[in-house]
């Protein structure tokens, strides 16, 4: 007879760009998530390091501490030593748990800007970052035995640790909070009912001259719109920097790995732009030594930033698991994703949206200017480029006709002419004048996703038709 964990549960648990993401109460189950944890407790015990123990958090989603606590009495019923958070804690703020506390790894209960019916766990190791491809296959050939019965004495064996004040003060090393105090700026945050809450809000309460929240109370369901942080998101965010008169508008998705940035008069940053000015504020007012590292799909002005100070630039493919590694080797002292992602040397290799918004405040401090006019400085030293992601949900026979029709190059789209076709991650198609075409699949959604960037808005939107038409 077959072992209640092992009829349906088995087969479904597959780790992706970041994690195990899966709909609640569907795939994404008590039984699962033990297994999960199951699996992980066997990789982690066959790694030699388990003593160390694991670090355990979990966001604000429907059930998160529930799943949080049971994968953390796997592990204990293991013997491996547990740390769980007493409340929702961000993404950045647990790789900082499992780094400062020289822990072998751990779990997060979050499924990031997924909507909300959706939960996950990611597993990061002991370096803080997501774990890579090699240990992922690991833990899913783990799985098939991996059926937990944890004892009732476990949870005798699990510790609570709040990181939250280590966190901020490991943050205050990497942020000039004198300059923003100086600065006296009047700013509004959002966290997006999320685990980032008491966070950012709670850092810059003390630095800035005034501060409003908006959206900063949990909710499961995110207010019922969604936790990621993009331009229709942060509508209310901008208006209340437009009417407010604020100098920023600062946000985090809803496992505060992702930022958010609305200028003074309510105009949203898409996340490109405000990575290529971090880029270049940095090796302005710094001078850090090393290059930046960007994913496949994130805007070229990196590049054109890199050229102008004369420092070298990293491509890796999608996910910051493989950007992690360039700051842990310290060959770059900045690394970013288009999707509002990035982190520094010497802080943790995750995505951190909490030192993104202090970063984007340091900026407007020190240099007296509203992101927009520092971009149009940023466009006179190294040149425009414009940049659009499109999302399309297909079915999976429509992906596999589209990667069919990839796997042939074309020698000319939109009526330029293809210089090269970089398979790094999906199909990234350089044309002759510098602007791209990107198709790929999305690691964490079932859509595929178009990447496009261009010198002018005109030629830009040239391409996106053109995409629309390759894919139909």
């Given at each position: ?62 059930m ?58 990611k ?36 510790r609570?640790?709040?990181v ?7 943050l ?100 490109n ?13 710094r001078?850090?030594?090393?290059g ?7 805007t ?10 004369g ?123 510098g ?24 030629e ?13």
């Open positions: 007879m077959p072992r209640p964990d092992r009829v349906k549960e088995g087969a479904v648990i597959r780790f992706g760009t970041s994690g195990w993401r899966a709909v609640i109460a569907e795939e994404f189950t008590l039984a699962n998530v033990r297994r999960a944890a199951a699996a992980i407790a066997q990789v982690l015990l066959e790694s030699g390091a388990a003593r160390r123990g694991a670090f355990v958090g979990y966001d604000t989603r429907f998160s501490g529930r799943f949080a606590r049971e994968a953390g009495l796997v592990l204990a019923s293991r013997d491996i030593p547990v740390w769980l958070s007493p409340a929702p804690v961000p993404t950045p703020a647990v790789a900082f748990a499992i780094v400062s506390g020289r822990r072998a790894g751990g779990i997060n209960i979050t499924a990031s800007h997924n909507p909300p019916e959706y939960s996950g766990l597993f990061s190791t002991a370096e803080g970052a997501p774990a890579l491809p090699e240990v992922t296959r690991r833990i899913e050939a783990a799985l098939p035995d991996a059926v937990p019965a944890p004892p009732p004495e476990a949870g005798r064996r699990i609570s640790l709040d939250r004040a280590a966190y901020f003060k490991g205050s090393r990497l942020v000039r909070m004198t300059a923003i105090k100086k600065a006296r700026l009047r700013l509004a945050c959002d966290p997006r009912y999320g685990a980032s809450i008491g966070y950012l809000d709670g850092i810059l309460a003390k630095a800035a001259r005034s501060l409003e929240v908006v959206h900063g109370a949990p909710h499961p369901e995110f207010g019922g719109e969604g936790p990621d942080c993009g331009e229709t998101q942060l509508r209310a965010l901008a208006r209340l920097v437009r009417r407010g008169g604020l100098h920023l508008g600062l946000a985090t998705d809803g496992d505060g790995d992702r930022f958010g940035i609305v200028d003074a008069g309510g105009a949203f940053i898409p996340p732009l405000f990575l290529a000015l971090l880029a270049d504020f940095l090796l302005e007012t001078r850090l030594p090393g930046v590292g960007r994913s496949v799909a994130t070229h002005l990196l590049d054109a930033v890199c050229a102008h100070h420092r070298p630039l990293y491509e890796t493919p999608v996910g910051f698991k493989f950007l992690g590694e360039h700051l842990m080797s310290g060959r770059a002292f900045l690394v970013c994703e288009e999707s509002a992602g990035m982190s520094l040397r010497g802080w943790v290799p995750e995505k951190d949206g909490i030192l993104a918004g202090l970063l984007a405040a340091e900026m407007v401090a020190v240099r007296r200017k509203p992101l927009r006019l520092q971009v149009r400085d940023l466009f006179d030293k190294v040149g425009p480029l414009v940049s659009r992601r499109l999302d399309y949900h297909m079915d999976a026979a429509g992906r596999d006709r589209l990667a069919r029709r990839l796997e042939e190059i074309p020698s000319n789209f939109a009526g330029r002419r293809v210089t090269r076709c970089d398979t790094t991650d999906g199909r990234k198609l350089i044309l002759g004048d602007s791209w075409v990107l198709f790929r699949p999305s690691g964490t959604e079932p859509v595929l996703r178009c990447y496009v960037e261009a010198r002018t808005n005109k830009l939107d040239a391409l996106l038709q053109a995409a629309r038409e390759y894919i139909a």
